[in-house]
């Protein structure tokens, strides 16, 4: 698997159910699908693309790993590349904005009851991302952060069920601030620094902006640190 996957891609890979029929969504070149059927993790996919280039590229890389008939390539945007006859049971949406992929599940939300886990790894706007799976009936079971190339990147593993969640828990994610890994603490220390060149701009007499950047500040240092000190 380490063969054709990135990082970010072996980290996805983990979360994928064994004997799950998985639907990649964007799914590129098909490097995952690929990778888990090659490691046993999977016995059939469906890469979907709604690009023509990476289509082609996808369809190639099945041929040429002979994958062919495990692996079929769809030409098709997000939820429309399966029906229920697929018998999909997890989906994969990588390297998208979380608002993107939030849409993406709106679009075809009435297909994912028979979906048992949905694996998804948005490039930014997280917290729009879970409260779209907090709003529909998906409770993020488990997550992990991780950097690749300088920059960090977040897994959001969902299935079906209800759970609270408070805004925190949209911002930053309920199992990543109880676990507060290294990579955690490492980007929301580099948030508030941001936060605190941002601040440090604003001219005193501004004092609505400043205390919505100080409040932004203090809740991270909550998080990371248990007080606003």
């Known amino acids: 698997m380490d063969m054709i996957l990135s990082s970010r891609l072996r980290d996805v890979a983990t979360f994928v159910p064994t004997g799950s029929k998985l639907l990649d969504v964007g799914s590129d070149h098909?490097?995952?699908?690929?990778?888990?059927?090659k490691a046993g993790i999977v016995s059939s996919a469906i890469a979907g693309e709604v690009v023509r280039g990476p289509y082609d590229s996808a369809v190639?890389?099945?041929a040429d790993y002979g994958l062919s008939s495990q692996i079929e390539v769809r030409l098709a945007?997000?939820?429309?590349?399966?029906?229920?006859r697929d018998a999909v049971t997890a989906i994969s949406i990588c390297g998208m904005?979380?608002?993107?992929?939030?849409?993406?599940?709106?679009?075809g939300k009435e297909k994912l009851m028979s979906v048992e886990r949905l694996i998804l790894q948005p490039?930014?706007?997280e917290d729009d991302l879970r409260h779209w799976l907090s709003e529909n009936g998906f409770t993020i079971v488990a997550e992990k952060i991780m950097t690749e190339n300088g920059k960090f990147y977040e897994i959001l593993v969902a299935e079906h069920g209800w759970d609270n969640?408070?805004?925190?828990?949209?911002?930053?994610?309920?199992?990543?601030?109880?676990?507060?890994s290294e990579v955690f603490i490492s980007k929301w220390q580099r948030e508030i620094g941001k936060l605190e060149v941002a601040l440090a701009q604003i001219p005193e007499s501004n004092e609505h902006d400043r205390s919505a950047i100080s409040k932004k500040i203090n809740t991270i240092k909550e998080v990371l640190y248990g007080s606003g000190a």
């Open 30 to 37: 098909a490097y995952l699908p690929i990778a888990l059927i």
């Open 60 to 62: 190639k890389n099945v």
């Open 77 to 84: 945007n997000g939820l429309a590349a399966f029906e229920a």
């Open 97 to 107: 904005g979380g608002r993107l992929i939030a849409d993406i599940l709106e679009a």
């Open 123 to 125: 490039n930014n706007r």
């Open 165 to 180: 969640v408070t805004e925190r828990d949209l911002r930053f994610g309920k199992h990543l601030a109880t676990e507060k």
